[in-house]
């Protein structure tokens, strides 16, 4: 059974930077696409960001483009979300999924899915 454990997130002001990361165990993700998503309270989950299994393709919401990087090591079965410029609107869970495809990932419809990590961002 596969695992996904996000780790990073907390409380910082607005303009400050986060490294989010999520850590897969159970097996290698490396032939997955991996990504991550957000759900603030009272909203639905939404989706931030979504990276190929080679880490040559990504693809971002327009609210992160230019803020936020994905990236991966598939050495370490880890996928990172890079966050600058933080606003209070970023404020919310943040979820890492794993799937075999990107539109499935962006679709919210992943195969595994991790426990999510809260951020906070002060204004």
């Known amino acids: 059974q596969v695992q996904l454990v996000e780790s990073g997130g907390g409380l910082v002001q607005a303009g400050d930077s986060l490294r989010l990361s999520c850590a897969a165990s159970?097996?290698?993700?490396?032939?997955?696409?991996m990504g991550w998503f957000r759900q603030a309270p009272g909203k639905e989950r939404e989706f931030v960001a979504v990276?190929?299994?080679?880490?040559?393709?990504?693809s971002y919401a327009d609210s992160v483009k230019g803020r936020f990087t994905i990236s991966r090591d598939n050495a370490k079965n880890t996928v990172y979300l890079q966050m600058n410029n933080l606003k209070p609107e970023d404020t919310a869970v943040y979820y890492c999924?794993?799937?075999?495809?990107?539109?499935?990932?962006?679709?919210?419809?992943?195969?595994?899915w991790g426990q999510g990590t809260q951020v906070t961002v002060s204004s």
């Open positions: 999924a794993a799937d075999p495809t990107m539109p499935t990932v962006v679709r919210g419809r992943s195969q595994y």
């Open positions: 159970g097996r290698t993700l490396s032939r997955y696409a």
């Open positions: 990276i190929s299994w080679s880490g040559g393709t990504t």
